[in-house]
């Protein structure tokens, strides 16, 4: 009886998750570094639609991360953004919709953007995203010629040369502080017990 009680206890330790570590299976670039490096497209100035195209090697993606640079901090203005994800074509079918990930005014570098679940993938398969700008000033994402073999850019829905900066990928969940504390407890009385 102990033993169902305790081993119990210890799945619902291992259910309750912490942070997640970001697995990336897809990237064009390993640097997250500040820019400059590479080149720039206007999200304002791209012409519609437009985004990346990609090839995961896993079964689902859970974020996108992209490279981001305020074009005009004199504006005072951040930017919100989320990115939409396609299957067949950049205007294909959207099949995920990620959160909004907001800016503040003068922001530089790295953004993640988390898809609210797990969004199935076909292995090997080509898939699409597309930044939207919900609000804000001038932004620029990082692009460039970024060796990735596997998707392009595309601009007006044709291919454009270079690719976006990104990284694609799963996350991974860590167990809480308070599920490794009940899994010790657990064990702890499991031993206790056992000597008894």
């Given at each position: 009886m102990k033993l169902a009680i305790i081993s119990t206890l210890s799945l619902v330790?291992?259910?309750?998750?912490?942070?997640?570590?970001?697995?990336?299976?897809?990237?064009?670039?390993?640097?997250?570094?500040?820019p400059p490096y590479g080149s720039f497209s206007s999200m304002q100035s791209a012409i519609p639609p437009w985004g990346q195209s990609f090839t995961p090697a896993l079964a689902s993606t859970d974020f996108i991360r992209l490279l981001f640079t305020d074009n005009n901090t004199a504006d005072g203005l951040g930017a919100s953004v989320y990115l939409t994800l396609?299957?067949?074509?950049?205007?294909?079918?959207?099949?995920?919709?990620?959160?909004?990930?907001?800016?503040?005014?003068?922001f530089t570098g790295p953004a993640t953007f988390l898809f609210?679940?797990?969004?199935?993938l076909t292995p090997g398969t080509?898939?699409?995203?597309?930044?939207?700008?919900?609000?804000?000033?001038?932004?620029?994402i990082v692009g460039g010629s970024f060796p990735y073999a596997g998707g392009n850019s595309y601009e007006s829905g044709v291919v454009h040369p270079g690719n976006l900066w990104f990284r694609e990928g799963v996350v991974v969940p860590e167990p809480s502080s308070a599920a490794l504390l009940i899994l010790g407890g657990c064990t702890f009385l499991w031993f206790k017990g056992k000597k008894s």
């Open positions: 330790a291992l259910s309750s998750f912490g942070q997640g570590t970001f697995v990336f299976d897809q990237q064009d670039s390993t640097s997250e570094g500040s396609h299957s067949g074509a950049i205007e294909g079918p959207t099949i995920g919709t990620s959160e909004s990930v907001t800016m503040a005014n003068g609210p679940a797990s969004v199935p080509m898939y699409y995203f597309q930044p939207i700008l919900q609000d804000g000033g001038l932004w620029n």
